[in-house]
């Protein structure tokens, strides 16, 4: 079984801070994504990454970066966070490449409060 | 950008019985891929079902169906024989083929006992 952990279930920061979060996949997919969920959106992509040190950006890039230094981690930063970037993160990841709409498998969620 | 659209918010249904998702989709793509993804309370986001447009035959998972409309860009997921585990929030999610998928608002499922 496809593995994907995220490396908090809660998380609690105040505004300005600077936040990561990390997510790891244990089955040598090449593709790695960040969304954010919220009520009514449904989810939303961040950042995709499809390679060591490639990433694109998604649907809602702005105010975050993300970092791929192994193939198994995926690193969500919020650079200075704010009240707005409080949501539910959660992390993905596919075996196929860019050309292919192969099933994600879904890490357990980090939520992100920030006060 | 694809516009996935679930009309309905919440649902509820009794155990054993049926209750039917809707989903919809706006594309200009011939081939696409289309999902059910299932988020379980505090439990992490699972597949339920994909559905590749180039293919007429609808998909099937045990108790779960889909009615796949091509013409009418309608993509119905049918939950047979609900289970009080199959209480969860559902996203429908659609992809041109390529890594990136757009996800419905989702319609949370109730099943009562």
């Known amino acids: 079984d496809v593995k994907v952990t995220q490396s908090s279930r809660y998380l609690v920061k105040r505004t300005g801070e600077k936040v990561f979060l990390e997510c790891v996949q244990d089955?040598?997919?090449?593709?790695m994504f960040w969304y954010r969920q919220d009520p009514g959106l449904g989810l939303r992509l961040i950042y995709f990454?499809?390679?060591?040190?490639?990433?694109e950006k998604g649907d809602i890039p702005e105010g975050y970066s993300v970092s791929r230094e192994k193939k198994e981690r995926f690193s969500l930063i919020l650079e200075s966070a704010s009240t707005n970037q409080t949501s539910m993160y959660l992390c993905?990841?596919?075996?196929?490449?860019?050309?292919?709409?192969?099933?994600?498998?879904f890490g357990p969620g980090t939520r992100l409060t920030v006060l | 950008a694809q516009t996935v659209t679930q009309s309905q918010p919440e649902m509820s249904v009794q155990e054993a019985e049926t209750v039917t998702l809707s989903c919809t989709y706006d594309?200009?793509?011939?081939?696409?891929?289309l999902f059910w993804y299932k988020q379980p309370p505090s439990r992490q986001m699972i597949l339920v079902i994909r559905q590749e447009a180039y293919k007429q035959q609808n998909a099937t998972e045990n108790r779960f169906s889909v009615n796949f409309q091509k013409a009418a860009k309608s993509f119905s997921l049918k939950i047979s024989d609900s289970q009080l585990g199959d209480t969860a929030m559902y996203f429908c999610?659609?992809?041109?083929?390529?890594?990136?998928?757009?996800f419905g608002a989702g319609t949370t499922v109730t099943v009562r006992a």
């Open positions: 993905a990841s596919s075996l196929l490449g860019l050309a292919a709409a192969d099933t994600q498998y």
């Open positions: 990454s499809y390679d060591v040190k490639m990433k």
């Open positions: 594309t200009s793509e011939s081939n696409y891929y």
């Open positions: 999610a659609f992809s041109r083929n390529d890594y990136k998928l757009s």
């Open positions: 089955m040598d997919h090449e593709n």
